[in-house]
């Protein structure tokens, strides 16, 4: 997809994702650059796609509360007086189990910058992937079941229970659509290599990150942490991170919620994970390289995630990751999806390998 743009990108999430029509009043709520997560550009070029088909656009500076997110009545009067409400800030996803107004069409946007907003990510046909995600989900719906393996030894077997209803997932709309529906975990166990534990961007605490110099193995049975295996001061830094997290906000330290992986080939990540993991956290996760649990709290998408990287999922003994590759022509209608989205098709055929590794892990 060498001609991607950002004009482009923003016209995708306002047609493709929101629907937009001239005349529709578009809010978008942005979080300021100096907060270190989006950039002020994504706001201009989504402004000037909106005017040029016709929306009424007007913008709002939300800020950033990690502490206690909320929308105050002033906040939600201007979402009131909308018909689309933009995220452009990470309060979007941090209510997006909660307290959102009814009836509007409201977008988190994953773009979190004019480069991804230009890139692959953003130009894929909306509507590509979220028939890809319909098709993975069906799948797993079915299946009797899924076996998770990685290079660095994860291992994971369960039978998934989908649930597929409304309440199942968000309802409020991403974009781009980079994920499945979440698998719960408790009909899987199994061991997670993991050399890194970070936060899911539900919650901000001190020590965000840890970093392990040799891959540590969460153990899981039925959608339970039970111990940390490999290097004992690695494992004892993993054990001691879980006692704090979860002391620190009273929840269920060892709850495994749900597992997820990228479906998005052109959901590129080229700097270094390292400088920001909240941000790597917030947008990478959409890449197939990446596989996703959501960890430490009874609820989604707890406090503490495990990423896997590079997976091999199999399905009913059929492979569609291998060794982080999406293999989306395997699903029973993802060549028809590809054959009539080219866009998605060129992503699958060149896909981006960058996931902000640069030697970090």
């Not at 153990?219 to 704090?244: I, K, Q, S």
């Not at 919620?257 to 052109?266: F, V």
């Amino acid at each position: 997809m060498s001609d991607t743009t950002p004009e482009q990108g923003a016209r995708n999430l306002l047609v493709n994702c929101a629907h937009a029509t001239a005349g529709d009043r578009l809010l978008i709520a942005f979080e300021p650059p100096e907060f270190g997560y989006f950039d002020a550009n994504c706001v201009d070029v989504v402004n000037k796609a909106a005017q040029n088909l016709g929306l009424a656009v007007d913008a709002v500076d939300v800020g950033f509360n990690p502490d206690n997110p909320h929308l105050s009545p002033a906040l939600l009067a201007r979402f009131q007086a909308a018909d689309i409400i933009l995220f452009l800030a990470r309060l979007g996803d941090q209510l997006r189990f909660s307290d959102m107004p009814q009836g509007k069409r409201i977008i988190v946007s994953f773009a979190v910058n004019k480069e991804l907003l230009g890139s692959g990510f953003s130009n894929g046909h909306h509507d590509a992937f979220l028939e890809l995600k319909a098709d993975v989900n069906a799948v797993l719906d079915a299946a009797q079941e899924v076996r998770i393996t990685c290079p660095l030894g994860t291992d994971v077997r369960g039978r998934p229970m989908m649930d597929l209803k409304p309440t199942g997932d968000t309802s409020i709309l991403r974009f781009p659509m980079s994920v499945f529906t979440p698998v719960p975990a408790h009909s899987f166990s199994g061991r997670v290599a993991v050399s890194f534990l970070t936060g899911t961007g539900s919650k901000y605490y001190d020590d965000y990150t840890i970093e392990f110099d040799r891959p540590v193995f969460a153990m899981m049975e039925n959608g339970r942490l039970t111990r940390f295996e490999g290097d004992p001061v690695n494992a004892a830094r993993a054990e001691a991170h879980y006692d704090r997290v979860a002391g620190q906000f009273g929840i269920d330290r060892n709850f495994v919620h749900s597992w997820h992986a990228g479906i998005h080939p052109g959901c590129g990540y080229p700097w270094d994970m390292r400088d920001n993991y909240e941000r790597w956290g917030g947008s990478a996760f959409g890449n197939p390289r990446i596989l996703h649990f959501h960890t430490c709290g009874a609820y989604a998408p707890g406090e503490i995630s495990w990423n896997v990287i590079d997976p091999t999922i199999a399905i009913n003994g059929v492979t569609y990751w291998d060794n982080g590759v999406f293999l989306a022509e395997r699903l029973p209608n993802g060549q028809s999806i590809l054959d009539r989205h080219s866009c998605a098709a060129a992503l699958f055929a060149d896909p981006d390998p960058n996931i902000g590794l640069q030697a970090a892990v």
